[in-house]
């Protein structure tokens, strides 16, 4: 069945280092989504990115969707102790109705003051 | 934050129990979708209501079951708990067009 899939699970960073997670879908996607949670949390919507080779950025954060529209990545420049948290990718399950969401295993960030 | 509000926020319940769990949606988000999240693994998709009609299941048994009402809030209803239904449970709405906003979960407990 259809699946998607993230790596690294956890990455340890220093504060002031990069930070990238990669997403790979076993299907082609119409849309890939990003979300984070903080501990504790709820996902809380981040980004979605529609167009093959779209590239979106907010502030230190990049998001780039691949040209096939299977994978996916999201890049922190110079983590701070505020991007503490799990980020997740999700994409449309199946033909892509709105909120029927298939999210990767998430990557969870921690940061070292 | 988002509009999204579930309740309650915490719950623990028996094996074999029944619980339901309610979700009021984002002001004008006519969809809902629910969602298990284990613990350490990302949000499973369980189901979604639109305009009160169940629209698309994931693979959770007959015993999870939903409603939408017609001012477009939820239930999530769990039959016969199980201590592998121990999640957060994840209520998540969106317009016609539009992103997915969730609410802050019910951690539910079976012990």
Redesign the interface.
Known sequence: GQQVMQIPQYQHVQEGEDFTTYCNSSTTLSNIQWYKQRPGGHPVFLIQLVKSGEVKKQKRLTFQFGEAKKNSSLHITATQTTDVGTYFCAGPRGSGNTGKLIFGQGTTLQVKP | E?GVTQSPTHLIKTRGQQVTLRCSSQSGHN???WYQQALG?????IF?YYREEE??R?NFPPRFSGLQFPNYSSELNVNALELDDSA?Y?C??????????????TRLTVV
């Open positions: 988002t969809t809902v979708s693994q990302g949000p499973q998709f979604q629209n698309g994931g957060l994840l998540a709405s969106s317009p016609d067009r539009g992103n997915t906003f969730f609410g802050q979960g």
